[in-house]
């Protein structure tokens, strides 16, 4: 169901508010450049800074202009479980195809604090859930057990995975085996994660570069494996250049260099990019090509 390349999309702000035409733009750039799905509202998305009704409105412009053409996979996790369910439960109604949830996060739940957790809003909501494992955000590894017992959980299809560790994308594939949709939160280990068997990546660097992203994806799926390597370690270095600072300031940066949004707003705590990675960051893009 949910597979290839998978932007996290930026919500682009503009005098503090949700810059809605642009947002619509983005879309449209990302299925234009054949992207395999979109996900509003995660980190990327800053969805730790948008208010109900915000969040409510990034899922529904993005439903509406997508309007079926790519699946929608929106972000509604909370560390509070009722807010995950009516995040969730709007999600639904919106019309998005699935949920992107993160685990709880300051809470730090233990293992079965999180299987409770997850097994509530699934069988509080009928739509398919993918699970977010990222401890370097939420304090807590979802252990690959975890994942394991959730899977059996019918509309829990698959989990992001963003620790980084191919020990454990391993043990949860060999787990979960191959009808669970293993994604990659990394973008810089989504190559070696398609090539154990996950079905591909939830990516950052898609908002700047869909159509290579979704081409490294298409070549291993068509088993063209020394293209899809190439194409791999070409994308690396902006893999890696979205991550001088703390994510989503260099992606905005990027698209606004890039013409794509006016603004490169970010909402505090977050900060623009400093003038040094700023740097960095042009001459990145213009090595490969995506700027003058």
């Known amino acids: ?14 005098d503090g508010r949700v810059d809605e035409p642009a947002l619509r733009q983005l879309v449209e750039f990302q299925i234009e450049r054949g992207t395999h799905g979109i996900v509003p509202c995660g980190t990327t998305g800053e969805a730790a800074t948008l208010s109900f009704s915000e969040h409510e409105q990034v899922v529904e412009i993005v439903v509406e202009q997508v309007n079926g053409r790519v699946p929608v996979i929106a972000g509604t996790g909370s560390n509070n479980t009722e807010e995950a369910i009516r995040l969730t439960e709007h999600a639904r109604k919106a019309g998005a195809n699935g949920a992107l949830m993160i685990s709880p996060y300051y809470n730090k739940p233990t293992q079965e604090g ?11 909501v009928d739509l398919p859930i993918v699970l977010y494992n990222i401890p370097g955000r939420t304090a807590v590894n979802m252990e690959a057990e975890t994942i394991a017992r959730l899977a059996e959980i019918g509309n829990i299809v698959g989990v992001k995975e963003a620790t980084g560790s191919m020990k454990q994308i391993t043990d949860i594939i060999a787990l979960c085996g191959q009808d669970f949709h293993v994604l990659s939160g990394e973008d810089y280990i989504t190559y070696p994660l398609l090539c154990v068997g996950g079905k591909g990546v939830i990516s950052v660097t898609s908002n700047i570069a869909p159509r290579e992203m979704a081409t490294l994806c298409n070549l291993h799926f068509e088993g063209k494996a020394q293209e899809a390597l ?9 893999c890696h250049a979205l991550f001088y600072e703390t994510n989503p ?9 890039m013409g794509k949004i006016t603004s490169e707003e970010v909402r505090l705590p977050l900060a623009p990019m400093s003038e040094a990675n700023r740097a960095k960051l042009r001459r990145d893009l213009q090595a490969h090509g995506l700027i003058p």
Request: hydrophobic fraction near 60%.
């Open 230 to 238: 190439a194409a791999y370690y070409k994308l690396l270095p902006l």
């Open 249 to 257: 300031a260099p992606v905005k940066a990027a698209l606004a260099m």
């Open 114 to 124: 999180l299987y409770q957790h997850f097994k509530k809003v699934a069988e509080s």
């Open 1 to 14: 169901m949910f597979r290839g390349a998978i932007v996290a999309i930026v919500t682009p702000f503009k």
